[in-house]
């Protein structure tokens, strides 16, 4: 079958949805995350607020990495005041597993037959293939405090012609499914679920370290985690704290944040 057609944003529909304060649109960004740091404080303002584009030529990724997209990628930054939700400032770098956990959601109810796992402490993937990553942000300025949480999911993007490193560790709905999908309804229902698990997290963290753990890719598995020095062992599981737990000769050692560097 041919590459997917992407289809458009309705924006009427997404501004009249009542999910968002504010909608700033863009047809091409460097990177959303960008944006929303850029526009931080009057974008706080009406939180939650989305930045949404339709093409994403620059995407960050943890560290310096890029997120490679293409038309047809659903690519937004949700702008999020944890007050609003009365998400405490300690349980704030959890928003990333909850995020998570809200595509998973989302994937689970429109890819059949298919497992869905998620990778501490950002992505989401279909069998071995990543299909969504996740870069969530603290940032405050002139006294102001939030979030922005950045999320990149392949959607009606073939990874049929992209770059041999990408297309042979990543995939996407409609490489999944052989059909294309209402990137406006994919939009809500991804946004929708997030808040949802955001309002989760804030009453509750086993709420979603819970279902976090049972679709974690690397429970049970053989692991190295750079934070920044490498780790080795086995991953127990992802703790109340958000911290994974890796068994090593010296004992269990849990890691707030870092990369997962291998994994078997």
């Known amino acids: ?18 999910i968002f304060g504010h909608v700033e649109y863009h047809r091409s960004l460097p990177s959303t995350n960008t944006t929303a ?52 400032q300690e349980n704030c770098p959890m928003l990333s597993l909850a995020t998570g956990v809200a595509v998973h959601d989302m994937l689970a109810g429109e890819l059949t037959s298919t497992a869905i796992s998620i990778k501490w402490p950002n992505d989401v993937y279909v069998q071995h293939q990543k299909i969504c990553g996740i870069l969530s942000e603290h940032v405050t ?15 009606n993007n073939s990874l049929a012609h992209a770059p041999d490193d990408v297309r042979f560790r990543a995939t996407s709905m409609f490489d999944e499914q052989q059909q294309s999908f209402d990137l406006t309804q994919i939009l809500l229902a991804t946004t929708a679920r997030i808040l949802h698990r955001a309002n989760e997290l804030a009453q509750d963290a086993a709420r979603i370290i819970q279902p976090f753990n049972q679709n ?49």
């Open 37 to 88: 740091r850029e526009l931080f404080v009057p974008l706080l303002a009406h939180a939650p607020a989305l930045v949404l584009a339709d093409e994403q030529t620059a995407g960050r990724g943890r560290g310096m990495r890029e997120w490679w997209s293409t038309a047809g990628a659903l690519t937004f930054s949700l702008v999020i005041r944890p007050a609003d939700i009365g998400l405490s």
């Open 141 to 155: 300025t002139d006294g102001q405090s939030g979030v922005i949480v950045g999320v990149g999911i392949n959607v």
């Open 216 to 264: 974690h890719l690397l429970n049970g598995r053989r692991v190295t985690v750079n934070s920044p020095t490498p780790v080795t062992g086995i991953c127990r599981e992802v703790n109340q704290a958000g911290h994974i737990v890796i068994a090593t000769a010296d004992g269990d050692v849990r890691i707030g944040s870092g990369e997962v560097v291998e994994w078997q």
């Open 1 to 18: 079958m041919s590459p997917a057609r992407p289809l458009m944003f309705d924006l009427g529909r997404i501004r009249k949805s009542g």
